[in-house]
């Protein structure tokens, strides 16, 4: 492997112009969302740089997708990232669902075996 990708999947902060540059956005529009979006908030150094985590660049992928390739608008697509995390809590519900029968299971056969 290349060294820089080694550095690429080893950092924990991206800088806002590598964040731009990732995602063809000028820095200014970044900004103006991070006031816009409750969930996009990167962190910021002492000098006041932003700095942000995959878990932001996530986020933002999220809106650039609602707003830039869905066409929403800015409340348009707050309100769709509302609507998402509902949805993503009754599938973790069901997953936990799953493998708590699925433990059931296991432990019965383990029983049985004995």
Partial sequence: MPVN??????????SISEVSELFDLNASTIRFWEKEFEMLSPTKNKKGNRLFTKKDIENLA???ELVKQKGYTIQGAKEQLKNRPASKKN????????????????????????
């Fill in 91 to 114: 599938s973790n519900e069901e997953v936990i669902a799953k493998l708590k029968e699925i433990k059931a299971k296991l432990i019965e056969l383990g029983k049985s075996q004995e």
């Fill in 5 to 14: 990708e080694k550095e690429e999947t080893e950092k924990l902060y991206y």
């Fill in 62 to 64: 999220q809106i650039v």
